[in-house]
């Protein structure tokens, strides 16, 4: 497993933030300043490693253009820095996220004694029902 650190440090370059406005409540504060961030990362042409870049696809799903760029916004604070620092919080643990390999599922089989015992409780259920039917006499 690849360190994050050593994740973030090379794929840094194609990190860009864009700053915008923010939607809600703030009255004039948030009609003049922009403090939302916009981090947008190309996927499809970062140097992430294959594996990583498949889960990071699979993960966002359609939050991924067709141009496999990821646009992530923060919009939860007032200043630009802490904004920034969400959105970088959020797009950290979702590469830590995409850096873990799913656990292969093995198929098991049922085990014998498994078997009897559903067998036995067929057998249970079929008699019951068929003692509930009961004779007709015309």
């Excluded at 939050?63 to 992530?72: A, F, V």
């Excluded at 830590?96 to 049922?110: A, D, F, L």
Aim: aromatic share 6%; hydrophobic share 35%.
């Amino acid at each position: 497993m690849q360190d994050i650190d050593f994740l973030l440090r090379i794929i840094q370059p194609g990190l860009h933030f864009d700053y915008v406005q923010s939607s809600g409540p703030g009255g004039q504060n948030v009609n003049k300043v922009a403090t939302a961030v916009q981090l947008r990362f190309n996927v499809r042409d970062s140097s992430l490693p294959k594996g990583i870049k498949e889960r990071l696809t699979v993960i966002m799903g359609k939050r991924i253009t067709t141009e496999g760029l990821l646009i992530i916004e923060a919009k939860r604070f007032r200043t630009r820095d802490l904004n920034r620092r969400d959105v970088m919080e959020r797009f950290t643990a979702l590469l830590k996220r995409s850096m873990k390999e799913p656990k292969r599922h093995v198929t098991t089989k049922p085990t014998g004694i498994s078997k009897e015992k559903r067998l036995k409780s067929k057998k249970r259920k079929s008699e019951i029902k068929r003692n509930r039917r009961g004779l007709f006499l015309d």
